[in-house]
């Protein structure tokens, strides 16, 4: 079955970096378009950041433009992202998502943007 878990969450102050991972199993992790997601409190879900199955496209949310990466390791079954220059309203659940046939889900990791 398919399976993403994420990790690499965590508390950091303004300014600071993380970095993302979702390790996939279950699919052709290389045949498929990943993304990462994030939900805070009280907002709805919201697209952060996709890349192609090679990594040659790739799309951002405005407001984490410049700031974060999305990458991928398809010999590692691993999607990335590398948040950098984090602000408080970057903290979130964030999750890993992939369509296989139907919606897929990770667990989420929390993102804590706090001095």
């Known amino acids: 079955q398919v399976q993403l878990v994420e990790s690499g969450g965590g508390l950091v102050q303004p300014g600071g970096s993380l970095r993302l991972s979702c390790a996939a199993s279950g699919f052709t992790f290389s045949v498929y378009d990943m993304s990462w997601y994030r939900q805070a409190p009280g907002k709805e879900r919201e697209l952060v950041a996709r890349?192609?199955?090679?990594?040659?496209?790739?799309n951002y949310a405005d407001s984490v433009k410049g700031r974060f990466t999305i990458s991928r390791d398809n010999a590692k079954n691993t999607v990335y992202l590398q948040m950098n220059s984090l602000k408080p309203e970057d903290t979130a659940v964030y999750y890993c998502?992939?369509?296989?046939?139907?919606?897929?889900w990770g667990q989420g990791t929390q993102v804590t943007v706090s001095s």
């Open positions: 890349i192609s199955v090679s990594g040659g496209r790739i």
């Open positions: 998502y992939v369509r296989v046939a139907t919606n897929y």
